[in-house]
Every structure is written in C-alpha cells, then in structure tokens.
Nanobody
Framework: QAQLVESGGGLVQAGDSLRLSCSSSRGAFNSWAVGWFRQAPGKEREFVAAISRSGGTSDYGDSVRGRFTISRDNNKNTVYLQMNSLKPEDTAVYSC?????????????????WGQGTQVTVSA
C-alpha cells in the first residue's frame, strides 16, 4: 500500500487561498500520476486536478480551472494544490490519489491509492 497523506485544509473565508499538500513515503510516488478529488456532503466525488509523473502535464475540472494550480516536487515526494479565490461551493473533503502510470486521468476509478482526505471549508 502506498500511504498518501494530505495536509493543509482548514476554514477560510470566500476569496482566501489555501495550499494543500499530498505526500508519500513511497519512492515510487514520483513515478505515478497524482490527482485531487473532492466530495461535498450529499454529492458525488468530483475531479479537481491531476498532474503527470514529470509535472509537465496537468488537467483541471471545469469548476476550478483558472483558480487552482496543481504542482509537484519530486525531490520531496509531494504534490501541491494551490487554491485561490475560494468560494463557498469549494467546501468539501479533498483527497489525493495516485495511479501507477505517468498519465493523468479525471476518473477516480482509475486511481490505485487514496489518502484519507482533508476538510476544506469556505465561509461566505
């Protein structure tokens, strides 16, 4: 099992920024594509962003494109999600996931490993 650990969630106001981190102790983490997904109460899991193994390719969900930025530091085995201009509708549990391939994908069923998630709450 590849243990993925998210951090950086919290309670912020609309318009604020947060940076989430996803780390793993597995060296192979740097060989995998990594994605962020979120799930709000009563809603389906939603694709947020994903980044390829090298970091050269990234993809975003329509609701966050232009506000969120995904990046990775393979020297630190960490993937980041910079979230700017947060809105109340961004409130959700954010989870990172890794898939044993170099390519990104917006489909959660194609990911092999998942973290426990971190809560992000945006007040109006």
């Amino acid at each position: 099992q590849a243990q993925l650990v998210e951090s950086g969630g919290g309670l912020v106001q609309a318009g604020d920024s947060l940076r989430l981190s996803c780390s793993s102790s597995r060296g192979a983490f740097n060989s995998w594509a990594v994605g962020w997904f979120r799930q709000a109460p009563g809603k389906e899991r939603e694709f947020v962003a994903a980044i390829s193994r090298s970091g050269g390719t990234s993809d975003y969900g329509d609701s966050v494109r232009g506000r969120f930025t995904i990046s990775r530091d393979n020297n630190k085995n960490t993937v980041y999600l910079q979230m700017n201009s947060l809105k109340p509708e961004d409130t959700a549990v954010y989870s990172c996931a890794a898939r044993r391939t170099i390519l990104t994908a917006p489909i959660p069923q194609t990911y092999d490993y998942w973290g426990q998630g971190t809560q992000v709450t945006v007040s109006a």
